[in-house]
């Protein structure tokens, strides 16, 4: 018994010890702010240290395929990023960056960032440091990504969808540590003296100066580009987005929008982008829609063979045969879905047509003194034929009705990106009007100490 009682306490240590080990893993493994809150937990600390602002633009350059069997896209784009370097960056570290040539400098710190869905992904990083109008160390980041993503589409109306595909760009760091903010991009109130094009005139010259430059903030890796003054958070003015198969969609080419998404527990800073795209219906209406078409057609000449000997059916019989084959051809430029598309939906509706003219063939071989007369088989012939018409035009309507659902759910996602836009532009407005009215307060009480010290020399000279 004692000695039951020694291995239990023994077993029991052993368990603890485990136990605080896996918390102190745990601990390690946690991001930073866990660590903070938890080794502050009896001291009631908190953390006020505002996040790094990762200033970002999205260039997107070309997209180079669409696949829609393993509903895949590859694209290429350019991420452009600035931010002001955290303390904990030495001097001389920053010093090095300075120097644009060394290609091979990395600062102590960037964000991390991931494309949601990619399968491969390569990038190349560029990295260098300057300082901005306040002296302040920022450092640069370009970052040119090629990446084959995948994403679900939507082939419900497969062949005239209208597919958006998604770029996602997110930090993995929590908004609490870095969040993405934009360039500034408005335009500056220019006086009604201003020349176009020409800095702000006033008493306060030189503040105004550093107000336009401000206001025509870009990345500094392009900031020789004249047209970068509108700078947004995504950019596709220079995308080549030439596809043979899929071509923009006009009424909404593409939307962004900025958010906080959560991710393994914790806010994350996100930049999605949609690309919409509209599918060439031509291909598939040429090789497929046509083809069934000519074969619901090509059935009526089994009217005109002799029911006797059993004509009709074997003709019917090549025929469905031939569609099924057909049909084989089809499925393979399509993944395995679990809905029907519209180009399914033809299909069948052309298989009913031939099944059902192969059923009539054979009643007319079971009965033929009620079914084989002429006047029947000129009457079933001019049935089929008006069925096949009015099918295709109800078919042709639920074909549009289908569409413009489609288009108005696409517009609706961009109304919705472009609202979250508006709101992201007015907060990104006030922190730069905020940050220029405390500069201007400045400025003022600095204009009215020396006017003061003016004054009080004339005054001592008299």
Not at 36 to 46: E, K, T, Y
Not at 50 to 59: D, E, G, Q
Not at 298 to 305: E, M, N, R, S, Y
Request: net charge negative.
């Amino acid at each position: 018994m004692p000695g039951l009682l020694y291995r239990m306490k023994k077993l029991n240590k052993n368990y603890s010890r485990r136990r605080r080990s896996n918390s102190a893993l745990l601990i390690e493994d946690a991001p930073v702010e866990i660590k903070l809150l938890r080794s502050a937990s009896g001291a009631n600390l908190r953390i006020d240290k505002p996040p790094i602002k990762i200033k970002t633009h999205l260039r997107v350059v070309n997209l180079v395929d669409v696949n829609t069997v393993t509903e895949t896209f590859k694209v290429h784009c350019v991420v452009f990023m600035e931010w002001e370097a955290p303390s904990t960056e030495s001097p001389e570290v920053l010093a090095d960056g300075f120097d644009r040539m060394d290609v091979d400098w990395e600062p102590e710190w960037h964000p991390s960032f991931e494309i949601v869905g990619a399968m491969e992904m390569t990038t190349g990083n560029e990295f260098y440091a300057f300082k901005n109008l306040s002296g302040t160390w920022c450092i640069s980041w370009r970052c040119d990504i090629k990446a084959e993503i995948t994403d679900s589409m939507d082939l419900e109306e497969f062949p005239f969808d209208v597919e958006d595909l998604t770029i996602t760009y997110r930090l993995r760091h929590s908004t609490r540590r870095a969040v993405i903010v934009p360039f500034s991009e408005e335009l500056p109130e220019k006086d009604d003296d201003d020349q176009a094009g020409g800095a702000p005139s006033g008493s306060n010259k030189s503040l105004s100066d550093v107000h336009w430059k401000h206001r025509f903030e870009v990345p500094a890796a392009i900031a020789y580009n004249k047209a970068a003054s509108g700078l947004q958070v995504v950019d596709l003015s220079h995308a080549n987005v030439t596809l043979p198969d899929y071509f923009l969609f006009k009424p909404a080419p593409y939307c962004w929008v900025v958010e906080d998404v959560r991710y393994f527990g914790r806010k994350c800073s996100t930049v999605t982008v949609q690309l919409n795209f509209e599918r060439s219906a031509l291909f598939y209406m040429v090789n497929v829609a046509a083809i069934e078409f000519c074969l619901v057609c090509v059935i009526l000449g089994g009217w005109a063979l002799r029911h006797q000997q059993g004509g009709r059916l074997v003709f019917d019989l090549i025929v469905i045969l031939t569609a099924i084959s057909f049909r084989g051809t089809v499925a393979s430029k399509l993944p395995e879905i679990g809905y029907l598309t519209i180009i399914d939906y033809y299909i069948f509706i052309c298989s009913a047509f031939k099944i059902a003219a192969f059923a009539f063939h054979v009643a007319q071989v079971w009965k033929p003194k009620a079914l084989a007369t002429p006047e029947v088989d000129e009457a079933s012939a001019m049935t089929y034929i008006f069925a096949v018409i009015v099918v295709h035009i109800l078919f042709s309507i639920y074909v549009m009705k289908k569409r413009r659902v489609r288009e108005a759910e696409v517009l609706a996602q961009c109304e919705v990106a472009r609202q979250g836009n508006i709101k992201l532009h007015h907060s990104s407005r006030i922190i730069i009007d905020d940050s220029f009215t405390a500069v201007l307060d400045a400025n003022t009480s600095l204009q009215n100490d020396l006017e003061d010290a003016q004054s009080s020399v004339e005054t001592d000279a008299l």
